[in-house]
């Protein structure tokens, strides 16, 4: 076998759906260099409505089919505030994305049983791998930008909003 070949696909290609954007406004940025994380409770269901762009430039307006809350992470280019990767601590369905916006849409489910807490599991994986994750996502330019230095200080930001976040008693 060719080094790097899979046998078996990573995730799933969900490419031909646009992701639900982030709420710009409910995020929480942290800046990096030239890669921003932003921090996000997602709360979604059925009275909640999407606004996307189609990868033809068309606006299209869903309605979300899912019931769902949980913790993301974000990861831009903060040059462009294009989203490259997406990790959905989501209650029942927790899993990332590698997303190249209008060409790539790859899901990867989250398997906690094996790997534990995903938040502390996906900063974890952006503070080794984000290099490696960004070339997945097609982002070799931004991939070579990253600064260690960086990273480590907006990780380290994003560990107290995480902490913080998780110690707010749950509305309701």
């Known amino acids: 076998m060719e080094a790097g070949s ?15 954007p982030h709420d710009a406004d409910s995020t ?11 921090l996000e409770y997602r709360s979604l269901d ?7 762009i189609a990868p033809d430039g068309t ?8 019931v769902e809350s949980g913790l993301s992470i974000h990861v831009f280019d ?3 505030r294009t989203e490259r990767l997406r990790f959905d601590d989501l209650d029942d369905d927790p899993h990332y994305h590698y997303l190249d916006p209008g060409k790539l ?37 931004l991939a070579a930008q990253v600064d ?6 907006a990780l380290q930001e994003l ?7 998780r110690s707010v008693p749950a509305a309701g």
């Open 6 to 20: 899979r046998n078996f696909e990573l995730g799933y290609d969900f490419s031909h759906i646009v992701p639900i």
């Open 59 to 66: 606006t299209v307006v869903r309605q979300v089919e899912l």
């Open 105 to 141: 849409n790859h899901l990867v489910v989250y398997d906690r049983a094996a790997n534990g807490d995903m938040m502390e599991w996906a900063m974890a994986a952006i503070g080794a791998n984000l290099r490696a994750m960004l070339t997945e996502a097609r982002a070799e330019e």
């Open 46 to 52: 059925q009275d909640t409505q999407v606004e996307t």
């Open 159 to 165: 560990r107290g909003l995480v902490a913080k976040h």
């Open 148 to 153: 260690d230095a960086l990273l480590a200080s």
């Open 28 to 38: 929480a940025y942290v800046s990096a260099g030239a890669v921003e994380l932003g």
């Open 78 to 80: 903060a040059a462009k």
